[in-house]
């Protein structure tokens, strides 16, 4: 059986992009591209993508320096 995947789209408008703050902290809202709707903090962000990646027992990576390995 196939699991469903975690929703990243908003729930207001259906846009499936985000306007992600460049330089913030955990605590800051992303926000729906398409209609400005807050969507995660950074941290719940972050915790949800975890999530999934080890739901598909994919490695997690803790920084840029590791991302082309």
């Not at 995947?5 to 800051?28: E, L, N, R, S, V």
């Amino acid at each position: 059986m196939h699991s469903v995947p975690p929703a990243f789209a908003c729930t207001d408008c259906g846009a499936k992009t985000m306007h992600i703050p460049q330089w913030t902290h955990d605590d800051a809202f992303i926000e729906c591209a398409g209609c400005g709707k807050p969507f995660a903090t950074i941290r719940q962000l972050r915790e949800r993508l975890e999530a999934a990646l080890k739901e598909k027992n994919l490695p997690l990576v803790d920084a840029p320096s590791e991302w082309s390995k």
